[in-house]
């Protein structure tokens, strides 16, 4: 499969009075990842999901972690969503679609992505506890609802089975990296084309 002429990456800065992060990301790799967010758990999802997705991925971010994990894993989704809109630019090419079903043990999560350029969220993922070591499990709504706003894409995060919660949250992460890297695929059959019959995938 070809790859595009241009180099399909992003690196993007954002200071709030709340965090502080800078994250870059390129579609294109070989999943090479290097996360500091200051949540331990947070950093071994993102890690998932930049080595099952082979984006290479940097995110460095200081938050008000003080308070709660709230204000970093919610700024880090929309930081990281924001990377993958800016990187994929018109969307040409791409297959658009994605879709991955993956077993952790006894979890298994599924994940449904449509690059469309209309932001949503279907999320139905119950957690049996509400913490995995420090970190909120409530939290892990808000990241993905982050970054597929911000993406502008359309995912469905469905847990199918799984009781234990950190299982259930690395089946969803890794559901999510190997969906998008089917969706952000270079189509060798349709490689210049905008995969919409309205020519745009804007909302």
Same mark, same amino acid.
């Given at each position: @499969?070809?790859?595009?002429? $241009?180099?399909?990456?992003? *690196?993007?800065?954002?200071? &709030?009075?709340? /965090?502080?992060?800078?994250?870059?990301?390129?579609l294109?790799?070989?999943?090479?990842?290097?996360?500091?967010?200051?949540?331990?758990?947070?950093?071994? @999802?993102? &890690?998932? !999901?930049?080595?099952?997705?082979? %984006?290479?991925?940097?995110?460095?971010?200081?938050?008000?972690?003080?308070?709660?994990?709230?204000?970093? /894993?919610?700024?880090?989704?929309?930081?990281?969503?924001?990377?993958?809109?800016?990187?994929?630019?018109?969307?040409?090419?791409?297959?658009?679609?994605?879709?991955?079903?993956?077993p @952790?043990?006894?979890?298994?999560? *599924? +994940?449904?992505?449509?690059?469309?350029?209309?932001?949503?969220?279907?999320?139905?993922?119950? %957690?049996?506890? =509400?913490?995995?070591?420090? @970190? =909120? /499990?409530?939290?892990?709504?808000?990241? %993905?609802?982050?970054?597929?706003?911000?993406?502008?894409?359309t995912?469905?995060? $469905? !847990?199918? +089975?799984? $009781?234990?919660a950190?299982?259930?949250?690395?089946?969803?992460?890794?559901?999510?990296?190997?969906?998008?890297r089917?969706?952000?695929? $270079?189509?060798?059959r349709?490689?210049?084309?905008?995969?919409? /019959?309205?020519?745009?995938?804007? +909302?």
């Amino acid at each position: @499969m070809s790859q595009p002429a $241009t180099p399909r990456r992003a *690196e993007i800065t954002r200071t &709030t009075s709340e /965090t502080d992060i800078r994250a870059s990301l390129a579609l294109d790799g070989t999943g090479r990842v290097q996360v500091a967010t200051g949540i331990g758990f947070l950093d071994h @999802m993102l &890690t998932a !999901l930049g080595r099952h997705a082979l %984006f290479d991925l940097v995110v460095e971010a200081k938050g008000d972690l003080h308070i709660d994990f709230h204000h970093t /894993t919610e700024d880090v989704g929309i930081v990281l969503g924001q990377c993958l809109r800016q990187s994929l630019g018109d969307k040409r090419g791409i297959r658009r679609y994605g879709h991955a079903v993956i077993p @952790m043990d006894e979890a298994l999560a *599924e +994940a449904a992505i449509d690059i469309s350029g209309r932001p949503f969220l279907a999320w139905s993922v119950p %957690f049996a506890r =509400d913490k995995i070591g420090e @970190m =909120d /499990t409530e939290l892990f709504e808000e990241f %993905f609802r982050a970054f597929a706003f911000n993406a502008g894409i359309t995912l469905h995060l $469905t !847990l199918k +089975a799984g $009781t234990n919660a950190h299982h259930v949250a690395e089946a969803c992460f890794k559901a999510l990296a190997r969906g998008l890297r089917m969706a952000v695929e $270079t189509d060798p059959r349709s490689p210049d084309a905008i995969p919409s /019959t309205k020519g745009v995938l804007e +909302a």
